[in-house]
């Protein structure tokens, strides 16, 4: 991470945000926000296996949407230039 020193990171499921904070959170409730990381940003969003896994046509869509909505977003961040 020093190495490429990213504007914004992408925690993409449980998995990920476990292994980027260290302690184990549910997705949910942070799921479309940017939260202050290692210097920069981290923006917290689904597995997108979980997008494939719903047996729902509505809710994949659904899901789709708010997914696209997360990405968008993490897009957005302005690099902070560090010293």
Same mark, same amino acid.
């Given at each position: 991470?020093?190495? $490429? *020193?990213? &504007? $914004? @990171? $992408?925690?993409? %499921? =449980? &998995?990920?945000?476990? !292994?980027?904070? %260290?302690?184990?959170? !549910? ?5 479309? =926000?940017?939260?202050?990381?290692? %210097?920069?940003?981290?923006? $917290? =969003? ?9 047996? *729902? !046509?509505?809710?994949? &869509? ?7 909505? *997360?990405?968008?977003?993490? !897009?957005? @961040? &302005?690099? @902070?230039?560090?010293?």
């Amino acid at each position: 991470m020093q190495l $490429v *020193d990213p &504007t $914004v @990171v $992408v925690a993409l %499921g =449980t &998995t990920a945000l476990q !292994a980027l904070s %260290g302690k184990r959170q !549910a997705v949910k409730p942070l799921r479309g =926000t940017l939260r202050t990381w290692e %210097g920069g940003c981290l923006l $917290v =969003t689904v597995h997108p296996s979980f997008l494939l896994r719903l047996p *729902d !046509a509505r809710a994949r &869509t659904i899901e789709r949407k708010n997914f696209i909505e *997360d990405l968008r977003r993490a !897009a957005t @961040v &302005t690099p @902070v230039h560090k010293p």
